[in-house]
């Protein structure tokens, strides 16, 4: 895919079979219309009954709808989609005769050249590069925005992964082997909104830039001394932190008043203070974004802290008896 240009890749994926070899597609037949490339990929392979709380959150597809809308007034997709046997225009995927020389692709639309992608199929400003057995990031296009590099055997997230990407908004790596991050690989990103690492290796929370919206890192091993202390306070923006199924004993304090939504079901809290959500000095104040706060899963007894909600639109989920 490397030899192709940018054109011809977008016009396959947009023509024909999406242009991901047979093998890697899921049960999608063709992409649907009504849906952005990312929920297109993600009909079978993700599991949205886990938590899909994040994909209601408005800026999560927004952005990449527009991204996708964006490509297809460039594209005739009935006059450059290349036919499937065309070796003329398939040089990768078609059965070229060994010893013809590799014909030229059409003319890339004048960018920064073609984003080089060996296994990664990339789509204006997205890279996806679900199940196709990565072992570490790869080498990303500078204006990369969205990364989807899910269901891979990522093992560790380096520091120089992401360096420069600026504008990285989105990254996704859920469902690899991410054992360890370095501090710097996703704490200098200026643009990044949602890091997504669920069911990964973790024993350490990675440090984070002040622009993060959506934490997800579900279905690790984090224990509490994997967090730094007050790690999420300077964080304004945060609004969905979804660490449950770890192996947390404290609820992290203090919490952003950005915050919408606190997963934390299934680890090991047995216990809180009376001022984790509210202010004891202070009995007029409403958390009033703070509405998802989920304890269920935990030894903690929610009764033990009656004077503990009394500034949230909703009691959390837990047990009190
Ligand atoms: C939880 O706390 C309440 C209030 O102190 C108490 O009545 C109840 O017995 C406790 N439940 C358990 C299972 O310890």
Redesign the pocket.
Known sequence: MCALGWLAVASLCLGTLWAVPAKERRKVDKPRADLTPYENLDLDNYDLTMDNYGEILDLSNYEELYDYGDLVPKIEVGTLAPRPKDPQTLPELGETTAGTPKPQPPAPIPRQGPPCCQLCLCLGSSVYCDDAGLERIPALPADTAYLYARFNRIGAVRAGDFTGLEKLKRIDLSSNSISWAHADAFRLLPSLQELLLPQNLLTALPELPRSIVRLDARLNRIPSAGLRPEAFRDLKQLQFLHLSDNQLDFIPVPLPESLRSLHLQNNNIQTMHEDTFCDSQDLGQIRRALEDIRLDGNPI?L??FPNAFFCLPRLPTGRF?
């Open positions: 007894n009764s033990l008896s």
